[in-house]
């Protein structure tokens, strides 16, 4: 079963970043190529009945998988990148953390309006990334197809901030 697998791989790392938050770490799985094939291979297996034209991916992690994903399902990949990473004209969205504040990009050509994009992130905690992720695609005009994550904290309730967006969520792996 691949919640096993992937729980087997991860590593926690106590009071990362700050005191209190054990961190998954999911760089262990990227040791095993077999694992890191079929957690694709489920998720596009999962995401077959899907209208997705796009994988959007989430800085940093979400490039790990998301790139193969949208290789996967044949379609282009969107970086969601941290202010001013990208060299192109960008789309901006500030959003709030837990402890302070962030501001995420996207090239304003990476899609064309009404297109469905798929968001693709390593972990879902508390939905604040993605909830300004789907925010900004939004105002860019694309369809928010649904989530993937390797991993789910649901204790921190994260779906229930990201499905108004979209009730199509796959989590490989729940905590």
Known sequence: MIEQRIKSAIRDIPDFPKQGITFKDITPILKDPILCEAIVDIFAARMQEWKIDAVAGVESRGFLFGLQLAGKLGVPFV????????????????????????????????????????????????????????????????????????????????KEKITPFADKVVVLAEY
Request: aromatic fraction near 8%; charged fraction near 20%.
């Open 79 to 158: 970086p969601v990148r941290k202010a001013g990473k990208l060299p192109f004209t960008v789309k901006q969205k500030e959003y709030d953390l837990e402890y302070g504040s962030a501001t995420i990009e996207i090239h304003t050509d990476a899609f064309e309006p009404g297109q469905h994009i798929l968001i693709h992130d390593d972990l879902l905690a508390t939905g604040g990334t993605v909830t300004a992720t789907s925010n900004l695609i939004k105002e860019m005009g694309g369809v928010i197809a649904g989530f993937s994550f390797i991993v789910g904290l649901g204790f921190l309730n994260g």
